[in-house]
C-alpha cells in the first residue's frame, strides 16, 4: 500500500521560510516523479513544483526563485523548500508521485497517481 506522509506546514509572517517534507512508503521512490501541489479555500489545485527521476525540475511562474524541490531517495522523501513566503501562497499543500512515461514534468494534478493528505501553510501579512 503506496503512503504519502507531509510534513513541515505551519503559520509564518510574509518574508518567512518554511521547508515542507513528504515520506513515501510501499513503492520504488528513485523511479517515481514527484510534484507538490497547493490549494486555497475556493480555487482548484495548483501545481507548484516538480521534479523526475532524473533530477529535472520545474517550477509554477508564482514561486520560481524562491521555492525549491529536493529529493533523496535514500529516504524516499521530497522535500519543498519555501523561501520569502507571501501571503498568496497560503494554502493546503499536497506532495503527489507519477508513475507514468511523459519525458517532461507533468504539472496537471489529475495525471498523477498518488497523493499525500496535505500539510497546511499558513503566511500572515
Known amino acids: 500500500q503506496v503512503q504519502l506522509v507531509e510534513s513541515g506546514g505551519g503559520l509564518v509572517q510574509a518574508g518567512g521560510s518554511l521547508r515542507l517534507s513528504c515520506a513515501a512508503t510501499?513503492?520504488?521512490?528513485?523511479?517515481?516523479?514527484c510534484g507538490w501541489f497547493r490549494q486555497a479555500p475556493g480555487q482548484g489545485r495548483e501545481f507548484v513544483a516538480g521534479i523526475k527521476w532524473s533530477v529535472s525540475r520545474s517550477y509554477a511562474d508564482s514561486v520560481k526563485g524562491r521555492f525549491t524541490i529536493s529529493r533523496d531517495n535514500a529516504k524516499s522523501t521530497v522535500y519543498l523548500q519555501m523561501n520569502d513566503l507571501k501571503p498568496e501562497d497560503t494554502g493546503l499543500y499536497y506532495c503527489?508521485?507519477?508513475?507514468?512515461?511523459?519525458?517532461?514534468?507533468?504539472?496537471?494534478?489529475?495525471?498523477?497517481?498518488?497523493w499525500g493528505q496535505g500539510t497546511q501553510v499558513t503566511v500572515s501579512s
Open positions: 503527489a508521485l507519477y508513475r507514468g512515461r511523459l519525458p517532461m514534468v507533468v504539472i496537471t494534478p489529475n495525471q498523477y497517481d498518488y
Open positions: 510501499g513503492l520504488t521512490f528513485s523511479t517515481s516523479d
